[in-house]
Each structure stands twice: as C-alpha cells, then as structure tokens.
C-alpha cells in the first residue's frame, strides 16, 4: 500500500466537502506527472488531505483511495476550466481516482510546520510544490499524523528579522538657564 498527499484548494473543495459527499472524483488534474501517481493509485492507499492557498495551508485531513482509473469528465465539457478540445470520449487524456473520507485530523499541520519538522525534510511537498498529487513515504506519513495528534507549537520567530528599535522621546524644548549675575569687585 501506497502512500500519497493532494491538494485542493478549501474554497473549491474542502476536507468537509468531503465529508459531506463521502466519495468524490479527483478530477480536475492537468498535469501530467500528478496524473502519472494517479495512475499509480491502488484502491486502498492512505491520502493526506491537504489544503492549498489557504491561510495557513497544511494537511488537514485524510481520505483513501475507493476506485482507481476513473475518467475524468471535466476534460469534456466546454464549460469546464479543465476542459481539453483534444481529448475525445474514444481516447481520453485524463483519469483520475475516487477519493473516499476517512477522518479530519485533530488539528491542521501547516505547512510551515512541515517544513520545520527534521524528519520531512525530503519530502516533495517542498520541492515541486506546484504538483497537486504526490507520493508521500511511511515514515513522512507516521510523522504527519503523530504532530496532528499533538498540540500545535507556539508560531516561530521568522528568522532575520531585528527587534524594532524603541522611538525616541520626542525632545522638549528646555528652559535656557539665567545668567549667573556678575560679581562687582
């Protein structure tokens, strides 16, 4: 069994879309090499649910694979925004898989805290982060949920940033002292 985090954004469907609809097409998908892990789906492999332009973006939740070599009706339809005038009933371009609703995690793991975590350190989350569909290893999964199942940790100072300087105290025009008088000799 495989193991595998996707992306979408929460506005055009969420881990509580998901929820709601139980099982859902992953359509949508243009680019090759996301469709190419698709294609390597089997029924039954673990998903990381994760959230995409959002604020913050993370892992937010965890689906698994119902149905794989699904064809992607998007592609058909002139309307759509995943449209392709070169993809034919008779020879479609692009499939996809069923994703099924497992759980919502305990809390979002953002990706912030992705990127802090040693252990994740390979993931290629942080390398082809534009790629909506992509392998995920078992101990990068283990991980994932292990600090979804903790507290979250207080948000990081960003690095390189000074503390701002304290502003001056505006100046306050002081008295001119009086001339000592000058001693008659």
Sequence with gaps: ??????????????????????????????????????????VGD?????????????????????????VDATQFDPQSPYYDPKST??????????????AEL?????????????????????TWSRLSVMPVGDAQFRTIIELANRPAAPPAKPAGRRRA???PKPKTAKPKPKPKPKRRR
């Excluded at 998903?47 to 973006?57: D, E, G, I, M, N």
């Excluded at 305990?106 to 942080?126: C, D, I, K, T, Y």
Aim: glycine share 6%; proline share 7%; aromatic share 8%.
């Design 46 to 70: 673990d998903v990381l649910f994760y959230h995409s332009s959002a604020t913050p973006s993370g892992v937010v939740g965890l689906a698994r694979v119902a149905k794989t070599g699904v």
């Design 1 to 42: 069994m495989a193991r595998w985090l996707m992306k979408t954004e929460p506005e055009t469907f969420s881990i509580a879309d998901l929820a709601r609809v139980k099982i859902e097409p992953w359509t949508g998908v243009r680019n090759p090499m996301a469709r190419n892990f698709m294609r390597q789906m089997t």
């Design 106 to 126: 305990p809390r979002l793991v953002s990706l912030a805290e992705l990127r802090g975590e040693r252990a994740l350190a390979g993931m290629m989350l942080f």
């Design 165 to 167: 300087a304290a502003k």
């Design 89 to 102: 009933p008779d020879q479609p371009r692009w499939d996809c898989v069923d994703v099924e609703y497992v």
